[in-house]
């Protein structure tokens, strides 16, 4: 299983909906992708690291910064199928895409995502993701935090930009996605030619895709709280907590 080749692409799109531009923002003296990029490499995981953008804005900050780009041919409604018109031309088995707005992704975790991935030993799992529990109220109903329920093998059930599971009787347990999976490359090619489903179109997730198309997806649970950047207010306390963990 050693001879796995894990690749990590970083779809980076410059017009995104709630924050136009924001990879390219600047956090603590760099942009965003690059901070981005530069945890990722730190990690040492991969064979190869690559931005898959359709923006030759963010594709110069890359180069800039001595980073691999590819640029993307089609237009694409989702960062999974940005990085599967990539990976097709890709050598590799497992394809890590790591959200360009999610900085502060770490080694411990992106070794977890690889090592499901590696222990499947009966290909029950198509994609592996990150979650975290979080307890705020403000956490919970914050659409921009997707949330997600599982069953008892940590078989992603549902996700959804509202709180779930509701609470009536039963103290619930709540959990938030990270903006980071682990495809097999021949599931995320499959993914990629599935039209948008429905709920998918409903709630403006991908992750959608997956389970209504019967995709299996494993969440691996890590405690460390991510900070993924989707607001102006997002990117201010990406500042504050990379300069408390810098300095």
Do not use: C, W
Not at 7 to 15: G, H, K, L, S, T
Not at 146 to 169: C, M
Request: glycine share 4%.
């Amino acid at each position: 299983m050693n001879s796995f080749r894990v690749v990590a692409m970083i779809p980076a799109r410059y017009e995104a909906t709630r924050f136009p531009g924001k990879l390219l923002k600047d956090l603590a003296g760099k942009p965003v992708i690059i901070r981005t990029l530069e945890a990722i490499l730190q990690t040492d995981l991969f064979e190869e690291v690559y931005v898959v953008t359709d923006s030759e804005e963010i594709a110069e900050s890359v180069k800039s910064h001595n980073g691999k780009v590819i640029k993307s041919k089609r237009n694409h409604q989702t960062g999974s199928d940005r990085i599967a018109e990539a990976a097709a031309q890709v050598e590799a088995d497992i394809i890590i895409n790591v959200q360009g707005d999610e900085p502060f992704v770490n080694k411990e975790s992106l070794e977890k995502l690889i090592q499901t991935l590696r222990d499947d030993k009966t290909g029950s799992i198509d994609i592996a993701t990150l979650v975290f529990p979080i307890s705020e109220s403000s956490d919970i109903n914050n659409p921009n935090n997707v949330k997600v329920v599982f069953d008892e093998n940590n078989k992603a059930l549902y996700f959804s930009r509202s709180p779930i599971p509701f609470e009536i009787g039963e103290k619930a347990t709540y959990y938030q996605h990270i903006g980071v999976y682990a495809f097999k490359k021949e599931a995320l090619l499959r993914f990629s030619k599935l039209p948008m489903s429905n709920l998918e179109k409903i709630e403006k997730l991908e992750n959608l895709r997956f389970l209504e198309n019967d995709m299996k997806v494993k969440v691996v649970l890590v405690s460390e709280k991510s900070v993924g950047i989707d607001t102006p207010e997002d990117l201010e306390k990406a500042i504050k907590l990379f300069k408390q963990k810098t300095s």
